[in-house]
Structures are given as structure tokens and as C-alpha cells.
């Protein structure tokens, strides 16, 4: 069983920018997705971003944060990172980590079997 720990949430105005990291405990395959998600109060858990690293680094994000946000995979260290730039309000969320349940690029909640007790994102206007 993988557990996730992340780190690195706080408050930020708009236009500022955060690096979330997520340590991995367990042994992980880099075939399997290590991603992030996001759930803002009264919204549903959605898909933000995620990473694997074979047979090629490839990465995969939701429109909202394209061109803001990049993921980045240390496998020697078993940890994900999401650096987010030119942060919005509605940016404004708990930020899980999680680790896929197969390999692919599962971008559901539901194919994603591990995950963090999430880190606190807030961007002020």
C-alpha cells in the first residue's frame, strides 16, 4: 500500500505562485500515475494533473491550469511536485496527491487508489 503525504499549501495572492510536493511511501511503479486533484468547498474532487514516467515522461493536465501549472516526477525520491504560477481565486482548493490503481493515464478519481489527506491552496484577490 502507497501513502501519500503532501506539503507546501498556504495563502498567496493572485498572480503569485506555490510548489506542492507529495512524498511517497512504498514502492511505487513508474508506469502507474502519480497525480494531483483538487476539491474547492461545495464542488466536486476534479482532476488537475498528473505524471508518469515510462516507457517515456510523459505528463497530462485539465485545461483550467494548462500553461499555469507543471508536474514534475523524482523517481530516485519517490515524489511528485505541482508548481502552480500565475495562481487565480479560483484556484482556491484542497489539493490531494494520488497514485493510479493501474497503469495508463487514468485522469478519474476512481482509478486512482492512494491518496493524501490533502494540503490547503488559497489565493486571495
Known amino acids: 500500500q502507497v501513502q501519500l503525504a503532501e506539503s507546501g499549501g498556504g495563502l498567496v495572492q493572485t498572480g503569485g505562485s506555490l510548489r506542492l510536493s507529495c512524498a511517497a511511501s512504498?514502492?511505487?511503479?513508474?508506469?502507474?500515475?502519480m497525480g494531483w486533484f483538487r476539491q474547492a468547498p461545495g464542488k466536486e474532487r476534479e482532476f488537475v494533473a498528473a505524471?508518469?514516467?515510462?516507457?517515456?515522461?510523459?505528463?497530462l493536465y485539465a485545461d483550467s491550469v494548462k500553461g499555469r501549472f507543471t508536474i514534475s516526477r523524482d523517481n530516485a525520491n519517490n515524489t511528485v511536485y505541482l508548481q502552480m504560477n500565475s495562481l487565480k481565486p479560483e484556484d482556491t482548493a484542497v489539493y490531494y496527491c494520488?497514485?493510479?490503481?493501474?497503469?495508463?493515464?487514468?485522469?478519474?478519481?476512481?482509478?486512482?487508489?492512494?491518496w493524501g489527506r490533502g494540503t490547503q491552496v488559497t489565493v486571495s484577490s
Open positions: 505524471a508518469i514516467s515510462w516507457p517515456g515522461d510523459t505528463t
Open positions: 512504498g514502492r511505487t511503479l513508474t508506469a502507474y500515475a
Open positions: 494520488a497514485y493510479a490503481r493501474r497503469a495508463g493515464f487514468p485522469t478519474d478519481s476512481a482509478d486512482f487508489g492512494s
